[in-house]
T-cell receptor, first 112, second 110 residues
Framework: NAGVTQTPKFQVLKTGQSMTLQCAQD?????MSWYRQDPGMGLRLIHY???????DQGEVPNGYNVSRSTTEDFPLRLLSAAPSQTSVYFC???????????FGEGSRLTVL | LAKTTQPISMDSYEGQEVNITCSHN???????ITWYQQFPSQGPRFIIQ???TKVTNEVASLFIPADRKSSTLSLPRVSLSDTAVYYC???????????FGSGTRLQVQP
């Protein structure tokens, strides 16, 4: 019973590098989303998707791209990493007719 | 999007009942109220969800007045392990963005 799986758990990047955070869920959830959480702060919504082929911006989308080619996967791409993107990133998914979000364990990203 | 307001922090002692209130003045007709618990270095975990009146499960109760402009999460007889950040989130069950507020940091003392 995997739920929401995020990889990698830890990553260190240099400024300007690009990378992709992977998120996969095995619950057949249509809704998926990415949040970032800076130290001591709340979660801020980056992007979300309500189904395959559909994505939309959240509160803090700049510097990030997403795509949703399958129901299971929702990768988050950092195009050109900046120190301000140092954070913990959480992926979440939700089934229909419920408000319950299921979260992954998080990916801790450090940009030097 | 319905904006939520919660106290920044609360302190309690083991065995006490803790009530955390969340204000959501512009809640929409289709919106549900959901509460999450987050421990350090972990993703938030669902606690309880409600639409109106009272909902109870094995860990908490959720009280929602008739006007639905606020809600109160009640944790009976807290223990040290309930020390965490608690978030209320307002949104419908469909296709809208779900945004979190700042949360309430609960510290339980022995």
């Amino acid at each position: 019973n995997a739920g929401v799986t995020q990889t990698p758990k830890f990553q260190v990047l240099k400024t300007g590098q690009s990378m992709t955070l992977q998120c996969a869920q095995d619950m057949n959830h249509e809704y998926m989303s990415w949040y970032r959480q800076d130290p001591g702060m709340g979660l801020r919504l980056i992007h979300y998707s309500v189904g395959a082929g559909i994505t939309d911006q959240g509160e803090v989308p700049n510097g990030y791209n997403v795509s949703r080619s399958t129901t299971e996967d929702f990768p988050l791409r950092l195009l050109s990493a900046a120190p301000s993107q140092t954070s913990v990133y959480f992926c979440a998914s939700k089934g229909a007719n419920t408000g319950e979000l299921f979260f992954g364990e998080g990916s801790r990203l450090t940009v030097l | 999007l319905a904006k939520t307001t919660q106290p920044i922090s609360m302190d309690s002692y083991e065995g006490q009942e803790v009530n955390i209130t969340c204000s959501h003045n512009n809640i929409a007709t289709n919106d549900y109220i959901t509460w999450y618990q987050q421990f350090p270095s972990q993703g938030p975990r669902f606690i309880i969800q409600g639409y109106k009146t009272k909902v109870t499960n094995e860990v908490a109760s959720l009280f929602i007045p008739a006007d639905r402009k606020s809600s109160t999460l009640s944790l009976p007889r807290v223990s040290l392990s309930d020390t965490a950040v608690y978030y209320c989130l307002v949104g419908d069950t469909g296709r809208r963005a779900l945004t979190f507020g700042s949360g309430t940091r609960l510290q339980v003392q022995p």
